[in-house]
């Protein structure tokens, strides 16, 4: 048993930095939002034909999902550990002697014979004995140690083999998008993909990224001697959680950007450079090369109505903000049109008067198909500001056919002050927002029914000017 672990572990020990280096233009590896990572590789690996064990150093990864990809290769088992350390080192080399420093200043180590786990015991082999638990520091020999966490597989091949196509997933690794807009009449948008190394430790790997919402669910994990149907990976759980502190900016040569293209119903986007992952890291990169862009500004006021249910009289005139949003059309055929944009932050900037670049604004895009417009709202306005006081207020018992009250009709008039401090005009949309049966009865300027549930009142704010809306509405609860 001695010769046959010490062969293996010498085996597993010199064919591991080969691995690791031919493996580079043979890998390749998604990511997801959610921390989930599906790894794909062409390890190096002398098969004979019919039933073996091969050993792969593969670090943390989920058993369950171990999958071979060549045609004739059968799967038969995947034994792997839990985690690397000595207790599981230990389980592989039962039966092995090792040296042992017992702590004692100027004693010389003593070599003891590993008996067996659970419990653990141990033979002195210099007068014998037998002894629970550690006897003392074990000296590791270096090729015992593997760099990273491996699994015994058994599987089936038609035919002798020097290489294994194998794809497995594992967690940790995750990715998230930000955007750069550049407001101005050079407008442009850039995007930046963050990428978290996680747990992942693979070398000069094709990465694709994939977002957009492919369900819920994850296979089990077998790990901690229970199977666990949920812990495996937590969507939903904020991409880039756990980013560590070393960070490294990959340019990308020659202004290429990343390959996009529909995976099932998400978006699949290749970088165009290769990357290393290491443990612990993060990576930025260019999502695609920076594109024209024009954003329109927009100006919007809630409404005073509740959404659902009654409302009453309301309180002396109160200021509401006025929150700023800016859309940019994004027509198919064009640049930007044709780009499906991940969701992700979006920091917005302008120039000042003196040339300084500004951060001015700042929100959040969902996923955004290609051809759909793209609207970043963001902040409240300061030169731009409005007030609303109810004006009326009245109700009265809605009755039904037999003259039983059935509901409660109430009418409201509003005052509306909007101001405007800029040297330019600009439009303010007040929004009124209602569900179940509602009308505006008259205004000073004409509402536009966007929905059964919205009226708009687009109100033009000459520079340095102040306009006031009023409305009547009848609601009915």
Same mark, same amino acid.
């Given at each position: 048993?001695?010769?046959?672990?010490?062969?293996?572990?010498?085996?597993?020990?010199?064919?591991?930095?080969?691995?690791?280096?031919?493996?580079?233009?043979?890998?390749?590896?998604?990511?997801?939002?959610?921390?989930?990572?599906?790894? *794909?590789?062409?390890?190096?690996?002398?098969?004979?034909?019919?039933?073996?064990?091969?050993?792969f150093?593969?670090?943390?990864?989920?058993?369950?999902?171990?999958?071979?990809?060549?045609?004739?290769?059968?799967?038969?088992?995947?034994?792997?550990?839990?985690?690397?350390?000595?207790?599981t080192?230990?389980?592989?080399?039962?039966?092995?002697?090792?040296?042992?420093?017992?702590?004692?200043?100027?004693?010389? !180590?003593?070599?003891?014979?590993?008996?067996?786990?659970?419990?653990? *015991?141990?033979?002195?082999?210099?007068?014998?004995?037998?002894?629970?638990?550690?006897?003392?520091?074990? +000296?590791?020999?270096?090729?015992?140690?593997?760099?990273?966490?491996?699994?015994?597989?058994?599987?089936?091949?038609?035919?002798?083999?020097?290489?294994l196509?194998?794809m497995?997933?594992?967690?940790?690794?995750?990715?998230?998008?930000?955007?750069?807009?550049?407001?101005?009449?050079?407008?442009?948008?850039?995007?930046?993909?963050?990428?978290?190394?996680?747990?992942?430790?693979?070398?000069?790997?094709?990465?694709?990224?994939?977002?957009?919402?492919?369900?819920?669910?994850?296979?089990? !994990?077998?790990?901690?001697?229970?199977?666990?149907?949920?812990?495996?990976?937590?969507?939903?759980?904020?991409?880039?959680?756990?980013?560590?502190?070393?960070?490294?900016?990959?340019?990308?040569?020659?202004?290429?950007?990343?390959?996009?293209?529909?995976?099932?119903?998400?978006?699949?986007y290749?970088?165009?450079?290769?990357?290393?992952?290491?443990?612990? !890291?993060?990576?930025?990169?260019?999502?695609?090369?920076?594109?024209?862009?024009?954003?329109?500004?927009?100006y919007?006021?809630?409404?005073?109505?509740?959404?659902?249910?009654?409302?009453?009289?309301?309180?002396?005139?109160?200021?509401?903000?006025?929150?700023?949003?800016?859309?940019?059309?994004?027509?198919?055929?064009?640049?930007?049109?044709?780009?499906?944009?991940?969701?992700?932050?979006?920091?917005?900037?302008?120039?000042?008067?003196?040339?300084?670049?500004?951060? +001015?604004?700042?929100?959040?895009?969902?996923?955004?198909?290609?051809?759909?417009?793209?609207?970043?709202?963001?902040?409240?306005?300061?030169d731009?500001?409005?007030?609303?006081?109810?004006?009326?207020?009245?109700?009265?018992?809605?009755?039904?056919?037999a003259?039983?009250?059935?509901?409660?009709v109430?009418?409201?008039?509003?005052?509306?002050?909007?101001?405007?401090?800029?040297?330019?005009?600009?439009?303010?949309?007040?929004?009124?927002d209602?569900?179940?049966?509602?009308?505006?009865?008259?205004?000073?300027?004409?509402?536009?029914? *966007?929905?059964?549930? *919205?009226?708009?009142?687009?109100?033009?704010?000459?520079?340095?000017?102040?306009?006031?809306?009023?409305?009547?509405?009848?609601?009915?609860?």
């Amino acid at each position: 048993m001695k010769n046959r672990h010490g062969a293996r572990a010498l085996a597993l020990g010199l064919l591991l930095p080969a691995m690791i280096a031919a493996q580079s233009p043979a890998t390749s590896v998604t990511l997801f939002n959610s921390g989930r990572v599906l790894v *794909r590789r062409t390890v190096p690996m002398s098969t004979p034909v019919g039933v073996s064990t091969q050993t792969f150093a593969l670090g943390e990864f989920n058993p369950v999902t171990f999958a071979l990809l060549d045609p004739g290769v059968q799967l038969v088992s995947v034994k792997s550990d839990a985690q690397l350390n000595e207790q599981t080192l230990l389980r592989r080399y039962a039966g092995r002697a090792f040296e042992i420093d017992t702590g004692r200043a100027g004693a010389p !180590s003593r070599r003891a014979t590993l008996l067996s786990m659970d419990p653990e *015991r141990w033979e002195w082999s210099d007068r014998g004995g037998v002894v629970f638990g550690h006897p003392g520091r074990v +000296v590791w020999p270096k090729d015992l140690v593997p760099a990273l966490m491996s699994a015994d597989v058994a599987l089936q091949s038609d035919r002798a083999r020097q290489s294994l196509k194998i794809m497995y997933e594992t967690s940790g690794g995750a990715w998230a998008t930000s955007y750069r807009l550049y407001l101005g009449a050079s407008g442009r948008i850039e995007g930046i993909a963050s990428i978290a190394s996680g747990v992942l430790q693979l070398a000069d790997a094709e990465v694709q990224l994939l977002s957009g919402d492919i369900g819920q669910g994850a296979p089990p !994990s077998v790990r901690g001697g229970r199977v666990d149907q949920n812990t495996a990976y937590s969507d939903g759980v904020p991409a880039m959680n756990g980013i560590a502190s070393t960070s490294m900016l990959l340019s990308v040569r020659g202004g290429r950007s990343a390959e996009s293209e529909s995976a099932g119903e998400g978006h699949l986007y290749t970088l165009p450079s290769r990357v290393t992952f290491v443990p612990g !890291s993060s990576i930025v990169v260019p999502l695609f090369d920076p594109t024209p862009a024009k954003a329109d500004r927009r100006y919007t006021v809630s409404g005073a109505l509740n959404y659902y249910g009654g409302f009453g009289q309301q309180p002396d005139e109160q200021p509401v903000p006025v929150t700023v949003a800016y859309r940019l059309d994004r027509k198919s055929g064009t640049a930007f049109g044709d780009l499906p944009l991940p969701g992700g932050y979006v920091g917005i900037y302008d120039l000042d008067k003196s040339g300084r670049m500004q951060l +001015v604004g700042q929100g959040n895009i969902q996923h955004t198909a290609a051809g759909a417009e793209m609207l970043v709202e963001s902040g409240s306005a300061f030169d731009v500001t409005a007030k609303r006081v109810q004006t009326d207020f009245s109700t009265s018992r809605n009755l039904g056919p037999a003259g039983t009250p059935i509901g409660t009709v109430a009418l409201a008039s509003y005052r509306v002050t909007l101001q405007n401090a800029k040297d330019s005009a600009v439009t303010v949309e007040v929004r009124e927002d209602r569900s179940g049966e509602w009308s505006v009865l008259q205004s000073s300027i004409p509402s536009e029914k *966007r929905s059964a549930t *919205r009226a708009v009142f687009p109100v033009t704010i000459p520079a340095k000017g102040t306009v006031v809306l009023t409305y009547r509405v009848r609601v009915v609860w």
